[in-house]
T-cell receptor
C-alpha cells in the first residue's frame, strides 16, 4: 500500500519554506526521500531509520515519527534548484519499498 | 562506473504482444525493484526481489512477470494480460531492502499501440 503524501503541489518564491508530509497505515522500518526532475530518474535525498532521528541535506531536512508512522520533509530558504517532484518511500517489515504519489514543488524567482 | 542500466529508453509494441524490459546493475546490490510511473500516481511497485531466484509481488503485479536468475539482472515482462501497459517504467536497486539508498535507472517509456 502506497504511503500518502501531502500537499499534492506547492508553489514557492525563492527563500520561502515548505513542509511535505508523508504518512503510512503500516508500521514503518524506514522512510526514504527522493526528488525527481522532469524526464529524469529520481535522486536520493535521505533515509531515516526507526528511532525518530532527523537528518539533513544542506537546507533540506526531515523527521520521522515511527509511533505515528509519519515523516516530514522540510525545505528551508528554497532555491530554484529545489523545483521538482518529491517522493517519500516507506519500507515495513516485509521489505517492500513503496512510494507515494509525489509532491510537485515549483520555486519561482 | 557503477550504476543501473535500463534498456531500451523508448519501446513501441503492438497491442497483444508481450515485451521484456531490461534492467542490469553492477553495484553488487542484493535488492532490485520495478516501478510503474503514471502522471499523478507516483511510483507504484510492480515486483521486487531481495535475493537471486526469489521475488515478491508488489502493489500492481497483475499482467507482469519477472525473473531473477542472476544477481545483476531483473528483467520485467509486460504481458498481453496487462490492460493498460503504456507507461514509464523504472528499475531500482539497493544494498539491502529497506535501510539503504535505492539507485534508479533512467527508465523505459513503453508505448503500446
Amino acid at each position: 500500500q502506497q504511503p500518502v503524501q501531502s500537499p499534492q503541489a506547492v508553489i514557492l518564491r525563492e527563500g520561502e519554506d515548505a513542509v511535505i508530509n508523508c504518512s503510512s497505515s503500516k508500521a514503518l522500518y524506514s522512510v526514504h526521500w527522493y526528488r525527481q526532475k522532469h524526464g529524469e530518474a529520481p535522486v536520493f535525498l535521505m533515509i531515516l531509520l526507526k528511532g525518530g532521528e532527523q537528518k539533513g541535506h544542506e537546507k533540506i531536512s526531515a523527521s520521522f515519527n515511527e509511533k505515528k508512522q509519519q515523516s516530514s520533509l522540510y525545505l528551508t530558504a528554497s532555491q530554484l534548484s529545489y523545483s521538482g517532484t518529491y517522493f517519500c518511500g516507506t519500507a515495513s517489515n516485509d521489505y517492500k519499498l513503496s512510494f507515494g504519489a509525489g509532491t510537485t514543488v515549483t520555486v519561482r524567482a | 562506473d557503477g550504476g543501473i542500466t535500463q534498456s531500451p529508453k523508448y519501446l513501441f509494441r503492438k497491442e497483444g504482444q508481450n515485451v521484456t524490459l531490461s534492467c542490469e546493475q553492477n553495484l553488487n546490490h542484493d535488492a532490485m525493484y520495478w516501478y510503474r510511473q503514471d502522471p499523478g500516481q507516483g511510483l507504484r511497485l510492480i515486483y521486487y526481489s531481495q535475493i537471486v531466484n526469489d521475488f515478491q509481488k508488489g502493489d500492481i503485479a497483475e499482467g507482469y512477470s519477472v525473473s531473477r536468475e542472476k544477481k545483476e539482472s531483473f528483467p520485467l515482462t509486460v504481458t498481453s494480460a496487462q490492460k493498460n501497459p503504456t507507461a514509464f517504467y523504472l528499475c531500482a536497486s539497493s544494498g539491502y531492502t529497506g535501510n539503504t539508498e535505492a539507485f534508479f535507472g533512467q527508465g523505459t517509456r513503453l508505448t503500446v499501440v
